[in-house]
């Protein structure tokens, strides 16, 4: 089991594996191990993706996949994303919830 943590500045929490871009997390999460992630929204480089992107694809993976979805925390200091992204995450819960209740 695996905690990721996406950010391209802050360091990881100690027992967190630390990643720089979105497929990286992607990776991870189609591994079926990942039991919870920190995002962060802005990464330096947005053509390589942000958090936001991270979220997305959760929302599709819940419906296409089957993803069971890890805990999800945003750390982003980006406050408008990270609104978007706190609708995201209660939008893959409440897609989590309707496809498996």
Known sequence: ??????DDIREAPK???RVYWPQEAIALLMTGSVTDI???HDLGNDSK???????I????AVVERGLIPP???VHSANI???QRMDAGIRNIQNLYRKRFS
């Open 49 to 55: 993706g942000t958090g936001y992107d991270v979220i």
């Open 80 to 82: 408008a994303a990270r």
């Open 1 to 6: 089991m695996m905690k990721v943590f996406l």
């Open 38 to 40: 920190s995002l962060d």
């Open 57 to 60: 694809w959760m929302e599709r």
């Open 15 to 17: 027992g967190w594996k």
């Open 71 to 73: 805990a999800i925390k």
